[in-house]
């Protein structure tokens, strides 16, 4: 059983390994999406896009009773 | 009532919002039509056992690869945007839209990401029928990915399924099965998707015209072209059906939209249909908008008929919207606006009970907002309780009406233009109709104008609405600093130009060498 596990886990593997080595223009798309990915999530999520109510407030409480607030002051 | 709000957060707060679905839309539309296109070209080559449908395959299947790097992740963006800028429309909403993202971000996740690596490199290593399944699971998993966020807007167009709680301010799920079958949703679904093989169809096109043109690739682009020609003729008709169902629907549930997009300012029996016009948001001394429009092409009786399947039926316009019209039973906007402030007193009124422990009047409240008599004749407007000026819930009339007019005529150019394809290749002449190749090769931005003018219909003629009838727009940005969304804007701006910019370039690059015999083994 753990023979037949690991042959599998051996192909899917080699499967992604062969796959990523032969790539021609996928490496540098590649790339491409990990600084994307970076500047998403690294830069912009980490820097200019916190959760508004979850920043602010605590609580579901908190947070309902704030945006009842806005909705009907 | 909107004088505590920030026009300029709400302003750069739509700007954003825009600029990033906008973007993000570049991309999507041509992953969702080459899946298929590639899946066809494919499945003609298991059949036929041809290398040469290998080779086709596989030079299409780069160009969906770049395009998908590029676009991957894209639409994360919005959602960023919906918790900073936008809390308390997120609120709101509720679980109405986390179970739908959820569900589109587990399909896209292992759907699309466990497929597309057999697709890509599986070539040689999977079985013809194995890599085959796989191309054709990526091409629904891009889809069914965006069933769900289509699903989402539909409920924000048409909010159906939800009950809204007062105690927590959110609306919530009581029925799935009716936001995910809403009319709208589906409709909004079909139209959206076959718009994007339309799309995904003059792309290749027009790549393969290039070809001709150039004189290389000849068999490779009439190979090319009869896939997408057949595939983009098929979808450029569904479009129209699609598109004049989405129209009733919007006549129906969103009066004021269809109005602005047909350009009619006083409605009437056996409205016309205007193909031709040029409109405005003038109004006259009685504050009435003008339903003078210049340069008009009229087609008597259509428009009754394409709104409600008789020629003779009353289409409201938008002064009728706006001032009411007894006797077509349409209720004033000013009466509306009375009905919402009802509405939010009465949430005002029960979060001041629950505060002060007075369990009566708290009692009394709820049970109020549980009365289908309070939710029907008052809370089903609750957003106009947000407005002053009935002006104010019409949306740029001339933005909304030459968005829809470019779209549909661009529709119908592309249904006359897969025609000719189809024909010139079956008598065989394509490749001498020079000028008809340059056509094509022209032809390749339209479709991207006709599918973002479609999103400027959609999103722009719901206005001031984020949730129809429910949340204005102004009412559901968070309270930030507006210059931190102006940064935010423009650093966007050159994230998304410079992916756009690097797309082009690379893909440019790929079709420059054109395909090679047996194709890339990988991308």
């Known amino acids: 059983m753990f023979d037949l596990f690991m042959e599998t886990f051996r192909k899917i593997f080699y499967f992604y390994y062969d796959g990523f080595k032969g790539m021609t223009v996928g490496k540098k798309l590649w790339l491409i999406i990990l600084i994307k990915l970076f500047i998403m999530f690294a830069v912009l999520k980490l820097f200019f896009f916190p959760d508004f109510l979850n920043s602010k407030f605590k609580t579901d409480k908190e947070r309902s009773d704030y945006v009842i607030e806005q909705l009907t002051h | 009532m909107l004088d505590h709000f920030d026009y300029t957060l709400v302003n750069w707060s739509r700007a954003q919002f825009a600029l990033t679905a906008m973007y993000h839309w570049l991309f999507v539309p ?39 790097a590029i676009g991957v992740a894209t639409g994360i963006i919005l959602e960023f945007e919906f918790g900073t800028n936008w809390s308390n429309y997120s609120w709101f909403v509720g679980d109405i839209f986390g179970a739908p993202l959820a569900i589109e971000g587990i399909m896209a996740f292992f759907l699309e990401s466990t497929f597309i690596a057999v697709m890509f490199f599986g070539w040689n290593k999977v079985s013809p029928k194995y890599h085959l399944l796989s191309t054709w699971l990526v091409a629904f998993g891009a889809n069914l990915s965006a069933l769900w966020i289509l699903v989402a807007n539909g409920w924000m167009q048409f909010p159906a399924g939800m009950h809204f709680n007062p105690d927590t301010a959110r609306n919530e799920m009581i029925n799935f ?14 139209h959206t998707i076959t718009s994007s093989y339309v799309l995904a169809s003059v792309f290749v096109v027009g790549i393969s015209a290039w070809y001709l043109l150039k004189k290389r690739e000849t068999s490779f682009a009439i190979k090319s072209m009869v896939v997408a020609g057949v595939f983009g003729l098929l979808a ?13 629907l919007v006549a129906q549930k969103q009066p004021m939209k269809f109005a602005a997009f047909e350009g009619l300012y006083n409605g009437s029996s056996g409205a016309p249909l205007m193909a031709f016009g040029i409109v405005s948001n003038e109004k006259d001394s009685s504050q009435n908008y003008l339903p003078d429009v210049k340069l008009k092409i009229e087609v008597p009786n259509l428009l009754s008929y394409m709104a409600y399947l008789d020629p003779n039926a009353f289409v409201p316009g938008i002064n009728d919207l706006i001032n009411g019209n007894l006797q077509q039973g349409i209720m004033s906007a000013t009466e509306k606006i ?63 009406f030459y968005s829809f007019h470019i779209m ?45 003018a479609g999103w400027i219909v959609a999103e722009v003629g719901r206005q001031p609405w984020v949730i129809q009838d429910y949340l204005p727009t102004v009412a559901a940005v968070s309270q930030i600093n507006a210059s931190a969304v102006q940064i935010t804007f423009w650093l966007f701006f050159v994230v998304f130009t410079a992916l756009l910019i690097a797309e082009i370039k690379i893909m440019t690059t790929q079709i420059k060498l054109g395909p090679k015999e047996g194709g890339n083994e990988h991308v």
């Open chain 2, 177 to 190: 099965w009716e936001v995910l079958f809403s009319p709208v949703a589906i409709n909004k679904f079909l």
């Open chain 2, 236 to 248: 450029s008709i569904f479009t129209a059906f699609s598109g004049d169902t989405s129209a009733r």
């Open chain 2, 408 to 452: 549909v005529a661009f529709g119908f150019y592309f249904i006359f233009l897969f025609i000719v394809l189809l024909r010139y290749i079956y008598k065989g002449t394509l490749v001498q109709k020079r000028k008809f190749l340059r056509l094509l090769l022209f032809t390749l931005p339209l479709p991207y104008i006709a599918s973002q």
């Open chain 2, 30 to 68: 041509l992953t969702l039509g080459l899946g298929f296109i590639i899946a066809f070209m494919e499945t003609i080559y298991v059949k036929t056992k041809n290398p040469e449908w290998k080779k086709i395959t596989k030079f299409w299947m780069t160009i969906f690869g770049i395009n998908f």
């Open chain 2, 338 to 400: 009375e009905r919402g402030k009802v509405a939010r007193v009465a949430l005002r009124e029960l979060k001041d009970a629950k505060k002060k422990g007075d369990t009566v009047q708290y009692a009394s409240l709820k049970k109020k907002f549980n009365d289908p008599i309070f939710q029907n004749n008052y809370f089903k407007y609750f957003g106009y309780g947000f407005l002053n000026d009935t002006n104010s819930l019409v949306p740029n009339v001339p933005l909304t």
